[in-house]
C-alpha cells in the first residue's frame, strides 16, 4: 500500500487531540466507527492507532460489554494483549453481568493470560461469582489449580450459596472435582436450593462421580456425628431433583477423601450463574 502523505494541518490536529488526552485525563469520543469491527477482527494495528487518537480502552459497547472482553468473547487475542497491557486499563472492569475479565479467561481457560491479569491487578476473590466457580464449571484443572495458590477463596459462596465445587461436579471432572477438595472445600455444603456438589454431579447424570461425592458426604457428616435428611428418611439418600441438563458421560473411578475445612459464609447482590451459556461450546459467552 503506498504511503499516504497527510497534510500538516491533519497532523497538527491529531497532536491537538493527544495533547487533550494528556491534560485532561479525559479520553476523547470514540476515535473510530469501527472500533468494535476493528476488535471482532483482531485488527491490532487499527486498534493501536484508535487508541493513540483517544479511545478508551475502558469503554463498553451498547450491551453493556467492555472491549477487552469482548476481545475475549471474538477470540481476538491481539487486540487483547494490546488492551491488557494499556496502562489506563481497569483489570476489574466488570459488563451488566458483573462478570470479569479474568472470569471470562476462566472460562476459556487461558491461564498465563489469567496470571498476567492478575499481576495487573484482576481481583481472584470477590462478592458473587468469582472466576474460581468459572474455572471449575468448565473443569479447566490448571486454571483452577493457578486460581487457588493465587489465594482463590475454595469455598466462596454465589449469590445462591453455589460453591465452585458445586460447579466442578457440574463439569464432571474428576481431577477437577479432587483438586478443589484438595484445597479445603466442604463437601457437606448445601446452596439455597438444598442442592449439594453430589445433587449437582447426578442432574448431569455424571452417577459415577455422583456416588462418590454422595458417600464422601455421608462419611464427613458420619464422622462428625451428625445427620442431614434426604428424602424422607435421615440419612437415606432419596431423589435429587429433575434436571434439565443433558446426558453427559461418567466421571471415571477414584476415591474422594474428605477435607477439614469448614465453608466460608458470605452473600452477595451479583447477579445468578447463566449456567445455560455454559451449557454451550466453550468459547461462547
Not at 182 to 210: C, M
Amino acid at each position: 500500500m503506498p504511503k499516504i502523505n497527510r497534510p500538516h494541518h491533519f497532523r497538527f490536529l491529531t497532536s491537538l487531540a493527544l495533547a487533550s488526552v494528556l491534560l485532561t485525563g479525559t479520553a476523547v469520543n470514540a476515535a473510530s466507527d469501527n472500533w468494535w469491527i476493528d476488535i471482532a477482527n483482531d485488527r491490532v494495528e487499527a486498534v493501536k492507532t484508535e487508541l493513540a487518537l483517544g479511545e478508551d480502552p475502558n469503554v463498553r459497547n451498547e450491551k453493556g460489554q467492555p472491549a477487552i472482553m469482548q476481545a475475549i468473547q471474538d477470540q481476538a487475542w491481539g487486540v487483547y494483549d494490546l488492551l491488557a497491557r494499556h496502562r489506563d486499563l481497569n483489570p476489574n472492569i466488570a459488563n451488566t453481568y458483573d462478570e470479569t475479565p479474568l472470569m471470562y479467561l476462566a472460562i476459556v481457560g487461558d491461564v498465563e493470560r489469567a496470571r498476567a491479569l492478575i499481576q495487573r491487578g484482576a481481583k481472584v476473590n470477590r462478592l458473587g461469582w468469582t472466576p474460581l466457580h468459572y474455572a471449575a464449571s468448565k473443569g479447566h484443572i490448571e486454571m483452577v489449580n493457578m486460581l487457588i495458590h493465587a489465594g482463590a477463596i475454595v469455598d466462596a459462596p454465589a449469590p445462591d450459596g453455589t460453591t465452585p465445587l458445586m460447579m466442578a461436579a457440574y463439569s464432571g471432572d474428576q481431577e477437577t472435582v479432587r483438586a478443589v477438595l484438595a484445597a479445603g472445600a466442604e463437601p457437606t455444603t448445601q446452596n439455597l436450593q438444598k442442592l449439594d456438589a453430589a445433587d449437582w454431579a447426578r442432574n448431569k447424570e455424571f452417577s459415577s462421580l455422583a456416588d462418590q461425592l454422595e458417600d464422601l458426604i455421608q462419611r464427613t457428616l458420619a464422622q462428625r456425628g451428625s445427620g442431614r435428611a434426604r428424602g424422607t428418611v435421615p440419612g437415606i439418600v432419596g431423589t435429587t431433583p429433575p434436571s434439565k441438563a443433558p446426558s453427559a458421560p461418567s466421571a471415571a473411578k477414584a476415591t474422594l477423601e474428605p477435607s477439614g475445612t469448614q465453608a466460608e459464609t458470605g452473600s452477595s447482590t451479583s447477579r445468578y450463574f447463566d449456567l445455560d451459556r455454559f451449557e454451550r461450546d466453550d468459547t461462547q459467552f
